[in-house]
């Protein structure tokens, strides 16, 4: 079993900045990626941005050249760098990391952007 744990979410005005971190703990055994994903009230959840254990990395459009998703791999931690946030950045922001073909989730953390 992996367990994540999500910090850095909060409430932050327009074109201001936050950032996440998720740490993974348990039997970490073969993660082939670790990302975040959101759900804003009433939509369906999103991926925002994952990153493999190669380095690899893709970042859904609305969020390209704002955010920017980077990992320690000694730390088994991802980390969700946003900038220049936007009312519609709103929602509850889950840590993903797939391992063994086996998908776990966070608790989530609720990122509020006022206008």
């Known amino acids: 079993q992996v367990q994540l744990v999500e910090s850095g979410g909060g409430l932050v005005q327009a074109g201001g900045s936050l950032r996440l971190s998720c740490a993974a703990s348990g039997t970490i055994f073969g993660i082939y990626s670790m990302g975040w994903y959101r759900q804003a009230p009433g939509k369906q959840r999103e991926l925002v941005a994952v990153?493999?254990?190669?380095?690899?990395?893709n970042l859904v459009g609305s969020v390209k050249g704002r955010f920017t998703i980077s990992r320690d791999g000694a730390k088994n931690t991802v980390y969700l760098q946003m900038n220049s946030l936007k009312p519609e950045d709103t929602a509850v922001y889950y840590c993903?990391?797939?391992?063994?073909?086996?998908?776990?989730w966070g608790q989530g953390t609720q990122v509020t952007v006022s206008s």
């Open positions: 993903h990391v797939l391992q063994l073909g086996v998908g776990y």
């Open positions: 990153m493999t254990t190669g380095g690899s990395t």
